[in-house]
Antibody, heavy 123, light 109 residues
Framework: EVQLVESGGGLVKPGGSLRLSCAVS????????MNWVRQAPGKGLEWVSFISRSGSDIYYADSVRGRFTIARDNANNSLFLQMNSLRAEDTAVYYC????????????????WGKGTTVTVSA | SLVLTQPPSVSVAPGQTARLTCGGN??????VHWYQHKPGQAPVLVVF???DRPSGTPERFSGSNSGTTATLTVIRVEAGDEAVYYC????????????FGGGTKLTVL
């Protein structure tokens, strides 16, 4: 069974930095394309960033581009999100999620999610 | 860029059919995925590639796409189906391809 466990959330002041991690188990990690998705309090889901299986393809939401960096360590089954220049509007629960693979074909639907880690940006 | 519009709320009685819509200006060529999200839990994928179900999703859930509007249909609605449902598309023509709709709260009366 594939499991994703996020960590690294916490309280940080505006302008500060945090590094989120997502530990992956139950699967060969380099077969998974990965995403970060967040949900601000009282708001809906917002896609944040994507990284391909090899790390060669990376995308960001406009709201975080230039401030956040996604990365992965396939040798250690881990996904990361480095968050710099944090703003109050970055306050959210952050989820890591993997794309589904059916009969070897990857679909851009997220079928496995972690439970999330909470980031609070406040003075 | 692609914008997905969902009605904020839909209410149905138990045993009835719920139809949750997801409208987009260029939704047509894209596969649409649907998630069920209950408070305090991680989202759950219930339909992918417009009308496929992951193992574990009841057959009561189905999806369709008319080209401008995607629909998640839930037949024989149960109390446990109450949740917020999000549609999602991957816009391959964009440099920020992940797009979620705003979500629809399904209330079971």
């Amino acid at each position: 069974e594939v499991q994703l466990v996020e960590s690294g959330g916490g309280l940080v002041k505006p302008g500060g930095s945090l590094r989120l991690s997502c530990a992956v188990s139950g699967v060969t990690f380099n077969t998974l394309s990965m995403n970060w998705v967040r949900q601000a309090p009282g708001k809906g889901l917002e896609w944040v960033s994507f990284i391909s299986r090899s790390g060669s393809d990376i995308y960001y939401a406009d709201s975080v581009r230039g401030r956040f960096t996604i990365a992965r360590d396939n040798a250690n089954n881990s996904l990361f999100l480095q968050m710099n220049s944090l703003r109050a509007e970055d306050t959210a629960v952050y989820y890591c999620a993997s794309f589904i693979t059916v009969f070897g074909v990857v679909s851009a639907a997220m079928d496995v999610w972690g439970k999330g880690t909470t980031v609070t940006v406040s003075a | 860029s692609l914008v997905l519009t969902q009605p904020p709320s839909v209410s149905v009685a138990p045993g009835q059919t719920a139809r949750l819509t997801c409208g987009g200006n260029t939704i047509g060529p894209n596969s649409v995925h649907w998630y069920q999200h209950k408070p305090g839990q991680a989202p759950v994928l219930v339909v992918f590639d417009t009308n496929d179900r992951p193992s574990g999703t009841p057959e009561r859930f189905s999806g369709s796409n008319s080209g401008t509007t995607a629909t998640l249909t839930v037949i024989r609605v149960e109390a446990g189906d109450e949740a917020v449902y999000y549609c999602q598309v991957w816009d391959t023509h964009s440099d920020h391809p992940g797009v979620f709709g705003g979500g629809t709260k399904l209330t079971v009366l």
